[in-house]
């Protein structure tokens, strides 16, 4: 048996998102946890009252790494090109974490206070990168949603196999992306 690690929350949120991106979210227990952290159950209470709000630490945890992963992608950047990059990072984020992107998008818990300042981050980050088009707030939040949805439908379908012909999926995230952009310009250009 390995020996016993220094257990906090930042601790069992890292070994929890090892879990479900190697092994699902549903992998994601209390036994399983305590297993791969040599510790016995009840130890785990110390930290979190139970699996609920584990897994509204795991998505604020998984947000918090997303948003991280967003602003570095935009550092630099505005209007097109920082649209393209943060998509990119979006969709890379979801490839390389799909357990953690599901614990955000399955999150028991969105009232709790943590998780909507974390969600609210990532919105004003975005909403940010909109300002340099000169829009108005409201075809801003528009787009905001429309991104989120087309970047969240893209990635999920690609976790799902739902991209089984033989052409580059990449090639398709960047006209799709593309296409988006295109809309945007048009709202500005419409007013």
């Known amino acids: 048996m390995s020996p016993r690690v220094n257990l906090d929350l930042?601790?069992?949120?890292?070994?929890?998102?090892?879990?479900?991106?190697t092994?699902?979210?549903?992998?994601?227990?209390?036994?399983?946890?305590?297993k791969r952290l040599n510790v016995k159950?009840?130890?785990?209470?110390?930290?979190?009252?139970?699996?609920?709000?584990?897994?509204?630490?795991?998505?604020?945890?998984?947000?918090?790494?997303?948003?991280?992963?967003?602003?570095?992608?935009?550092?630099?950047?505005?209007?097109?090109?920082a649209i393209r990059s943060l998509s990119a990072a979006y969709v890379s984020f979801v490839r390389q974490y799909p357990g953690l992107y599901n614990a955000i998008i399955f999150a028991p818990n969105t009232e709790n206070d943590k998780f909507k300042i974390a969600a609210d981050k990532i919105v004003d980050l975005l909403l940010l990168v909109l300002n340099s088009y000169n829009l108005e707030k409201e075809d801003q939040i528009h787009i905001v949603r429309g991104l989120r949805s087309m970047l969240?439908?893209?990635?999920?379908?690609?976790?799902?196999?739902?991209?089984?012909?033989?052409?580059?999926?990449?090639?398709?995230?960047?006209?799709?992306?593309?296409?988006?952009?295109?809309?945007?310009?048009?709202?500005?250009?419409?007013?």
Request: aromatic letters at 6%; a negative charge; charged letters at 20%.
């Open 23 to 34: 092994e699902g979210i549903d992998a994601v227990t209390m036994i399983e946890l305590s």
């Open 41 to 81: 159950s009840p130890s785990l209470y110390n930290h979190v009252s139970g699996m609920s709000e584990l897994k509204v630490n795991l998505a604020i945890y998984g947000m918090e790494q997303l948003y991280e992963l967003l602003v570095r992608a935009t550092i630099g950047k505005s209007k097109d090109e």
């Open 152 to 191: 969240h439908g893209f990635a999920s379908l690609e976790q799902t196999g739902g991209f089984a012909m033989p052409f580059d999926v990449d090639e398709s995230l960047t006209i799709m992306v593309d296409i988006f952009i295109t809309g945007i310009h048009s709202i500005k250009n419409r007013k």
């Open 10 to 21: 930042s601790t069992i949120l890292k070994i929890a998102a090892d879990i479900a991106n």
